[in-house]
């Protein structure tokens, strides 16, 4: 499978190429997270893994939390179908939707696309307690975080229908940002955001979300 065919890498395209990137819209990272989960079924390394999810024994979460566990949600979460609950099967999805008793794998969606120095460090802290709730229940939890970086040259950002375009000064470009954001995310990771020291946080791709909908480089 190339990268181009993950659903995962096409829906986090689709927040912002050819239109707006919505940062405000709080549903984004649900879409982004859940396709995680279409393509583990997709690219079918786990036979015992497609097996449950056919059998809708394992689900989506569609709210994120644990039945009787009240956490901090995440952007998406996966596990064991709550007994006697009844799966939802969306129409184009490999994966069905429901209430989840645990939680085996969660994952968090983080997008800095401007002022991002003075976001980056909140962003990690974010995604370091995400973990704690994720395990805040029973097992071992598979934690999994994406963090898309801005490289644009330029960028313009909307609340509502007002613009607000960097200007390299006052707003900076998030090309002046976007190497030391990296680096400060590189060097915060793996403190907690790991399920053992022996399995550290990797970049899932470089993000190159364009200033102007046009399609990123």
């Known amino acids: 499978m190339s990268q181009e065919k993950y659903g995962l890498l096409r829906t986090f395209r689709g927040l912002f190429e050819g239109k707006p990137y919505l940062h405000r819209k709080s549903n984004l990272g649900d879409l982004v997270a859940s396709q995680l989960y279409e393509d583990l079924i997709a690219i079918n390394k786990s036979a015992k893994l497609v ?3 056919q059998r ?6 569609v709210r994120n ?6 956490a901090r949600r995440g952007d998406g979460t996966f596990g064991e179908l709550v007994p006697a609950a009844v799966a939802v099967i969306e129409k184009g999805m490999l994966v069905a939707r429901g209430p989840i008793a645990t939680i085996e794998i969660g994952a968090e969606t983080k997008i800095l696309a401007k002022a991002m ?3 980056i460090d909140r962003v990690m802290s ?36 007002k613009r607000w375009p960097t200007d390299g ?27 053992s020291k022996s399995y550290d946080s990797e970049p899932l791709t470089r993000s190159h979300i ?8």
Request: proline share 4%.
């Open 65 to 70: 939390v644990m039945i009787g566990k009240p």
């Open 117 to 119: 120095i003075k976001q």
């Open 56 to 61: 809708h024994e394992r689900v989506v979460n």
């Open 126 to 161: 974010d995604l370091i307690n995400q973990v704690t709730q994720f395990k805040r229940g029973s097992g071992n939890p598979i934690c999994v975080a994406f963090v898309g970086i801005n490289f644009a040259e330029q960028y313009v950002s909307f609340e509502g229908r």
């Open 210 to 217: 364009p200033s102007n909908g046009s399609t990123s480089r």
């Open 51 to 53: 097996e449950r999810v």
């Open 169 to 195: 000064k006052k707003y900076k470009h998030p090309i002046q940002e976007a190497v030391q954001a990296e680096q400060r995310r590189m060097i915060k990771r793996g403190q907690r955001l790991t399920n």
